[in-house]
């Protein structure tokens, strides 16, 4: 596969993170974005799967229905 670097402006905080991933992971998520943006008009459900496979993790994780609505009380 042929790439060409291109630049995102992401919150310093974001970008931070990502300059201390490895290059795997980062791998990973160029690959990530290619999809997203190749096939962006199957976006809504792409999002969707996104959504519940991080309320999978998190859940697996530990994270609670109580939990969540006491963090979003929080904020």
């Known amino acids: 596969m042929h790439t060409i670097p291109i630049t995102l ?3 310093e905080s974001a970008a ?3 300059q201390h991933i490895p290059q ?3 791998e990973k998520l160029q690959q990530f974005f290619s999809l997203l943006i190749f096939d962006h ?3 809504p459900e792409f999002l969707e799967l ?3 496979t991080i309320s999978v993790r998190a859940q697996q994780r ?3 229905p109580e939990i969540l609505e006491e963090l979003l ?3």
């Open 62 to 64: 530990g994270l609670t």
């Open 50 to 52: 996104l959504m519940d």
């Open 41 to 43: 008009q199957n976006l």
């Open 16 to 18: 931070q993170a990502y």
């Open 24 to 26: 795997h992971e980062r």
């Open 9 to 11: 402006e992401l919150e």
């Open 73 to 75: 009380r929080d904020n």
